[in-house]
């Protein structure tokens, strides 16, 4: 007799979110041509980088070009399998934490960067989402007791303690406030009990009030976004340049390319305040346009947060949608004078490769979770239900 070869049933992975994709490689291909806009005069009148006007564009490119198809790779990996490397991940976000504090390049009298073969590598973007995946995976195992401050929220303010204690020893405030808020909207989404969150926001601002004001040059940037005609060639400059460039703008731009205050005017016009040329050469319809498309990924974000069916899911997305909104906020907010100076990239669109990376594999994830939605809306069914109906059809059996 002969034997009939039974087709192994698909694996079923879920449709992907194309929609994020096609906005998430609209900005990656926008931000190359504002890279190279913002970057080329400055690069080619710089001896730190050889006098090479292609130089950002160029390591812009490969780190897109590494980073889009990874994302694409990683949307297909079960999201769900990252839980078992939280404590790894939070271990190796200390561990680099530590290292850069020891071993990093010191760059305007702050400790950010560690060269590993050959590559610059800011450890704080990896423990951004290292703390995010054990905070998340602590907070869907545990939330039957999150509202309990010793066994929910207690252990969790533990770990964002000594992350962000790290990252200001740096000193990076600007990232340890984004951190900070990042792990407070996971104790929010984790379930923890509303007294307890309110009484920790009012902690937690205390601090940053008492962290400002102990270190003068952190007082002089928070109160130099008010007026930083106080002091235009020190703390302020960079912000009036920034306003001279939106200024300059109008509705439509001055013209792609055509930008003034990056002919040696604004310092950082590629990476953090890449967005002020945006809308000096593209105008308020061209930074609208950029902010429509944030909001819409963020909008995603949101969306698939709360159609996710696994907590550990549903933490997961959250904590990414919640990450990419505050850096996105926290960018253009330095460049429109409603937040101090800091030194955040704008997600895909700034000059850097450890943001790219680390944003582009977020965003992976996400949609892979995306997938996982749109697999349990087709399959009503959950694994759990699934579980427990095979189970008791044993017992009856």
Request: proline share 3%; net charge positive.
């Amino acid at each position: 007799m002969e034997r009939r070869a039974v087709a192994k049933p698909k694996r079923n992975l879920g449709h992907i979110d194309y929609p994020i994709v096609l906005v998430i490689g609209l900005l990656c291909a926008f931000g190359l041509v504002m890279v190279f806009s913002a970057s080329y005069y400055y690069a080619q009148n710089t001896a730190s980088v050889g006098y090479d006007g292609y130089y950002f564009i160029r390591k812009q490119a490969v780190y897109l070009a590494i980073g889009f198809p990874m994302m694409l790779a990683i949307s297909f990996l079960d999201f769900r399998k990252l839980e078992r490397f939280k404590l790894i991940a939070i271990l190796i976000s200390i561990a680099m934490l530590v290292a850069v504090l020891i071993f990093g390049e010191t760059t305007n009298g702050a400790r950010r960067w560690i060269v590993i073969g050959g590559q610059s590598i800011q450890p704080s973007e990896i423990a951004k989402f290292g703390m995010m995946l054990y905070m998340a995976s602590f907070a869907s195992k545990k939330h039957k007791v999150m509202h309990l401050f010793t066994k929910g929220m207690l252990p969790m303010l533990l770990v964002i303690g000594v992350i962000c204690g790290l990252v200001m020893l740096q000193p990076n405030m600007s990232m340890a406030v984004i951190m900070g808020l990042m792990g407070y909207a996971l104790l929010f989404i984790g379930g923890c009990e509303g007294k307890q969150m309110f009484l920790l926001a009012i902690v937690l601002a205390a601090l940053f009030a008492l962290l400002a004001i102990i270190e003068p040059y952190r007082l002089a940037r928070l109160t130099s976004f008010v007026d930083p005609w106080k002091d235009p060639l020190g703390d302020g400059y960079q912000l009036i340049q920034s306003y001279y460039a939106l200024g300059s703008g109008g509705l439509f731009g001055v013209g792609l390319n055509n930008s003034r205050q990056k002919l040696l005017y604004m310092t950082y016009g590629e990476s953090d305040f890449i967005f002020a040329i945006v809308a000096e050469e593209l105008g308020l319809v061209g930074a609208l346009l950029v902010l429509m498309a944030f909001g819409f990924i963020v909008y995603r974000g949101i969306r698939i947060a709360l159609l996710c069916r696994d907590r550990f899911g549903s933490m997961l997305a959250g904590g990414i949608t919640v990450v990419f909104g505050l850096q996105v906020f926290v960018n253009i907010g330095v460049c429109v004078g409603v937040l101090p100076t800091t030194g955040q990239a704008l997600p895909f669109i700034s000059a850097g490769g450890s943001s790219m990376m680390i944003f582009l594999a977020a965003m992976g994830v996400l949609l892979n979770i995306a997938r996982f939605n749109s697999m349990q809306a087709a399959d009503p069914e959950t694994a759990d239900k699934r579980a427990t109906r095979v189970r008791n059809e044993r017992v009856r059996a």
